[in-house]
């Protein structure tokens, strides 16, 4: 039988507190593997650590218990977040990039785990917020280090950390609150991931192609919708994001009271994110000022007063 390896890395093995969930291999060559850990057995960080020692960085699990690496993921941030584990900081932002990267491979593939991604996504989202507690400068690191082909991973990731930034200065406090505008935010664009790519690439678009983006926040909603993990502010997030402040947004052409205020936060967050990023449409970013002033000078889409206090952490008089 042939059987296929999946990579994990060396230090996150070292770091799990507990039984590991998976059989783990050494590669000894090409094509050559040694099982060096039974799934449930106990586990020695010193013998990974001695790999390590010798340069090994990488260990294998097998492909077919690859679905177990995210939920370990997951329980490593856990243990970090809880403070049992001595996880450095630098190798926390490597867990949280490699588990948003897994979430959103999943999302993207279409797979029925949603509920375990969301499950996984709120705990990125929980860790980031843990991280961002005294330094916002760590999740952007985050951001940076995402891969560069993921443009929706890096889009959300981004959108949910100025969200979250925006929403703090905002007042907004109770960490409930905080991490269901992050949750929603790194979802506000899920459904994207059913829409015809192509779409996203084209500089101009025909009546017909706008209309089919312009239903990614209904798909959304549909594809959160059995999930019992999600609630009524996430949902609320995904589906009023493109709703502006005068009331001719879409899909329902809300106006200012009756949108859900951490939804015209996160339409901020996303309006200046697609402004400072590459768009395949688009050939030039803009300067985070750039952005600013074409946000101001759209005059009814934003929430004037949120937009003020977005300006001013921006430009650094807040943080
Ligand atoms: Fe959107
Ligand atoms: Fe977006």
Known sequence: MN????????????YFKGALPFDVYLQRSEGKFTKIYNKLAEHD?????????KDVSTLYITQEEKHLYGSFLCKLMDQYTQGSSPIDKEKMLDIIKTSLEMTYEKIVAQ??????????ASQQIKSALYLMQDDMSAAIEIFKNLSADEQLLKHSYMVSIFSVVLAKNLGFSTERNLMSIGLGALLHDVGHTRINEELFKKPQLSSKEWD??????????KIVDH?????????????QHHEHYNGRGYPNRLSNNLIFPPAKI????????SFVSK??????????????TMMKDDIGHYDPAYMEVFKQVIQGKKK
């Open 45 to 53: 960080p010193e013998q990974i650590y001695r790999y390590e020692n």
């Open 3 to 14: 059987v296929e390896f999946f990579p994990v890395t060396t230090k996150f093995i070292y």
């Open 111 to 120: 797979n029925d785990e949603l509920d375990t991604n969301i499950i996984w």
């Open 279 to 292: 768009a395949s449409y688009r050939e030039t970013t803009f300067t985070p000022e750039q952005a600013l």
């Open 227 to 239: 999930i019992k993990g999600i609630s009524t502010d996430v949902r609320s997030i995904i589906i």
């Open 266 to 273: 996160v339409a901020i967050a996303d309006g200046f994110c």
């Open 212 to 221: 089919e983006i312009k239903d990614h926040p209904h798909l959304g909603l």
